[in-house]
C-alpha cells in the first residue's frame, strides 16, 4: 500500500487501541449493517461526532455572551428587611414622654380654644416601659450602577469571540469532513488490500498443493515443496494482520461517525475523482484571504487590540458610580407606619473618579502592561504576515501535488491496461490448453495490484484535492 496512506489509517489505528471507550450495544445491533456512501459518511458524523457535538457547545457559549453583551450596563439591585431589637430604650422613652407630657401641657393651657378647632384635649398617657417599644422593623433596596468606556471595548470583545467561534466551529467541522472522506477511501483501499492478499494467499496454496501432487508423482524434488509450504504459511500473517487492521479501521471509522461499537458498515462507492485543472496563482489571489486559519488569526489580532483600547479606557478614563438607597422604617416604638407616616433615611450619591491615577506613571505595572500588550499585537501581526506566506507555499505545494498525481495516475491506468492485456493473454493460452489455470490466477493477481496501485494514486490525488479545499475553505470537487 501506499506509504502515505498507511500513515495516514496508522493514526487512527493508534488511537482507536489507546483509549476510545465504546459503549456496548445489544447483539440485534452489532448484527445490524449500515450501507454508506461518503457523503452519507459525512452527514453521520457532521450530526453525530461527540468532538463536533461538544464545539457546538463553545459555539453556543460565545453566542449567548454576546447576546447578552448588553447586560454589563445593568444595575445592582438589592432588597432586604431587617428587625431589629434595642436592649435599653430609656433615653427614648423619656424623650418620648417629655413630648406628650409637654402637649398634655399645652392642652391644658389651651383647653378652651382647641375643641374649635377640632382637636382632642384629653390627656395622652405616657408609655411604660414594653416588649413591643425595644422592637424595630426596617426594610433597604439598594441600587448601584456603575460606567466606564471600557465596559463598550468589552461589549465589541464579546462580538469578536463569537465571530471567532464561527470560524472555529467551521473549522472542526471541515476537519472533520476532509477526515471522513479520506478514511473512507482509505478503507475502500483496505479492503481491495485484503482481497489482493487474500487471492495471494489462495494462490501460494495452490502452489503448495500442486507441488505435493507432482512431488506425490515423482515429478518434482521434496525441496521445491518445502519452499511452496513456506511460502504459503509465511502469507499467512499477513492476511490476518490485514483483516485485523480493517477491523480496528471500521470500529474508529464508526467512532468517528457517532455510530455505536459494533455497528457493522459496508461501504458504497469508489475511488474516482472528478479531475480538475487549478491555478496555485489563482487559488492564492481569490481564496488565501477566506482561509479559516487566515481569518482565525485576523480575529485574534482584532480581540487584541480592543482589549487593549479596554485597558486604556480603564485606566485614563473615570468611572461614573450611582448610588441610591431607600431605607424606609415600618415599625418602630410599638406602632406600625403606613403611607405617608413611614419614614425614609436613604440617600443618593453620583462618583465620578479615576481608579488609580498613579497607573498614568510611564513606569507603573498598569502602563508595562500596555506596552507589553501593544508588543504582543505587533507579534501577532508579524504571525500573521507569516502564516499568509506559509499558506501561499503551502497552496502551491499541494497543487504541485495535485499534478504528480495526475501524471502518476495516467502511468497507472496505461500499467492496468498492461495488466489487462496479459491477463486475457493468458487466459486465452490456458482456454488453448498451452498453460495451467495457476498462471491465470497469478495474472489476475497481477491485474488486481495494478488496480490497486491506481487506487492508491486517485487517493493521492483526492488527498491533495480535500488538502487544498481544507487550506483554502471552498470546494473544488462536486
Not at 489507546?18 to 453521520?44: I, R, W
Not at 476537519?175 to 488490500?193: A, D, W
Not at 500596555?370 to 501577532?380: C, E, G, T
Request: aromatic content about 8%; overall charge negative.
Amino acid at each position: 500500500m501506499n506509504s502515505k496512506i498507511i500513515r495516514f489509517l496508522a493514526v487512527f489505528i493508534t488511537f482507536a487501541s489507546c483509549g476510545f471507550a465504546f459503549a456496548q450495544e445489544s447483539d440485534s445491533n452489532k448484527n445490524k449493517e449500515l450501507v454508506l456512501t461518503v457523503d452519507d459518511a459525512v452527514s453521520y458524523a457532521l450530526k453525530n461526532n461527540q468532538s463536533l457535538k461538544s464545539a457546538a457547545i463553545d459555539l453556543e457559549i460565545k453566542k449567548r455572551a454576546n447576546s447578552n453583551s448588553w447586560n454589563t450596563f445593568l444595575p445592582t439591585v438589592g432588597v432586604s428587611g431587617t428587625a431589629a431589637r434595642t436592649t435599653d430604650i430609656d433615653s427614648t422613652l423619656q424623650s418620648a414622654n417629655g413630648s406628650l407630657q409637654m402637649m398634655n401641657l399645652i392642652k391644658g393651657i389651651h383647653r378652651d380654644d382647641l375643641p374649635a378647632m377640632g382637636i382632642d384635649t384629653t390627656p395622652s398617657s405616657l408609655y411604660e416601659d414594653e416588649e413591643k417599644l425595644h422592637w424595630a422593623v426596617v426594610g433597604n433596596v439598594g441600587v448601584s450602577w456603575a460606567f466606564n468606556l471600557a465596559m463598550v471595548s468589552q461589549i465589541q470583545i464579546a462580538k469578536k469571540q463569537y465571530e471567532s467561534g464561527l470560524i472555529s466551529y467551521d473549522t472542526s467541522c471541515t476537519k472533520m469532513e476532509m477526515n471522513i472522506r479520506k478514511l473512507f477511501y482509505g478503507l475502500l483501499i483496505q479492503q481491495e488490500n485484503l482481497k489482493i492478499n487474500k487471492d495471494s494467499l489462495a494462490n501460494a496454496k495452490a502452489r503448495y498443493e500442486q507441488a505435493e501432487i507432482n512431488y506425490r508423482n515423482g515429478l518434482t524434488p521434496e525441496l521445491q515443496v518445502l519452499n511452496s509450504q513456506v511460502t504459503y504459511e509465511n502469507k499467512k500473517p499477513d492476511v490476518l494482520k490485514a483483516e485485523n487492521q480493517l477491523s480496528q479501521s471500521f470500529d474508529t471509522f464508526a467512532f468517528l461517525l457517532g455510530l455505536p461499537y459494533g455497528t457493522k458498515i459496508q461501504l458504497k462507492g469508489d475511488i474516482n475523482p472528478e479531475d480538475i485543472t487549478v491555478d496555485a496563482s489563482e487559488l492564492v489571489k481569490d481564496y488565501i484571504a477566506s482561509s479559516n486559519e487566515i481569518l482565525s488569526m485576523k480575529k485574534t489580532i482584532e480581540i487584541a487590540r480592543l482589549g487593549l483600547n479596554a485597558k486604556k479606557l480603564s485606566i485614563y478614563t473615570p468611572s461614573l458610580a450611582v448610588n441610591y438607597s431607600y431605607n424606609p422604617i415600618f415599625y418602630s416604638f410599638g406602632e406600625w407606619k403606613s403611607g405617608s407616616d413611614i419614614s425614609d433615611n436613604g440617600s443618593l450619591s453620583l462618583t465620578v473618579a479615576f481608579s488609580d491615577v498613579l497607573s498614568w506613571l510611564p513606569w507603573s505595572s498598569a502602563s508595562q502592561g500596555i506596552k507589553d500588550l501593544k508588543q504582543q499585537i505587533v507579534q501577532a501581526e508579524l504571525g500573521y504576515e507569516q502564516l499568509v506566506n506559509n499558506a501561499e507555499v503551502e497552496i502551491h505545494k499541494l497543487v504541485d501535488n495535485l499534478e504528480v498525481a495526475k501524471v502518476n495516475i495516467q502511468s497507472m491506468e496505461a500499467n492496468v491496461a498492461l495488466a489487462q492485456k496479459a491477463y486475457s493473454s493468458t487466459l486465452r493460452a490456458f482456454n488453448n490448453g498451452t498453460q495451467e489455470w495457476l498462471s491465470v490466477r497469478e495474472s489476475d493477481a497481477s491485474l488486481q495490484q495494478a488496480r490497486l496501485g491506481l487506487m492508491n494514486e486517485k487517493f493521492n490525488y483526492i488527498s491533495a484535492v480535500l488538502d487544498l479545499e481544507e487550506k483554502l475553505n471552498t470546494k473544488l470537487l462536486k
